[in-house]
């Protein structure tokens, strides 16, 4: 099993910067496992926002947090970090950290519970 845990959330206003992090234990080999960002705003769907890969040379984004968040991991301390910098409103959401195994066809099986941002305009 694989336990993910995020911190960092909070209140900020508009144009502020936070860090999330997200503790992952349970297996060894997490450091082989792909890590990602997920949201869920009030009254939508959980949607994707960045992913990497175990060895952070394949990143990708969604296109509304392009240039604004960056998704980073350091494998020796078992965490994975999104930053992100001029927040907006429209941010505002629960964040949830994932992984799963790197193998083809795998899918996000390991999630934290989330944790509240909320932008203030």
């Known amino acids: 099993q694989v336990q993910l845990v995020e911190s960092g959330g909070g209140l900020v206003q508009a144009g502020d910067s936070l860090r999330l992090s997200c503790a992952a234990s349970g297996r060894t080999f997490i450091s082989t496992y792909i890590m990602g960002w997920f949201r869920r705003a009030p009254g939508k769907e959980r949607e994707f926002v960045a992913r990497?890969?175990?060895?952070?040379?394949?990143?990708s984004y969604a296109e509304f947090v392009k240039g604004r968040f960056a998704i980073s991991r350091d494998n020796a301390q078992n965490t994975v970090y999104l930053q992100m910098n001029s927040l907006k409103p429209e941010d505002t959401a629960v964040y949830y950290c994932a992984a799963k195994s790197s193998s083809v066809g795998s899918t996000w099986s390991y999630w934290g519970q989330g944790t509240q941002i909320t932008v203030s305009s």
């Open positions: 990497i890969s175990w060895s952070g040379t394949s990143i």
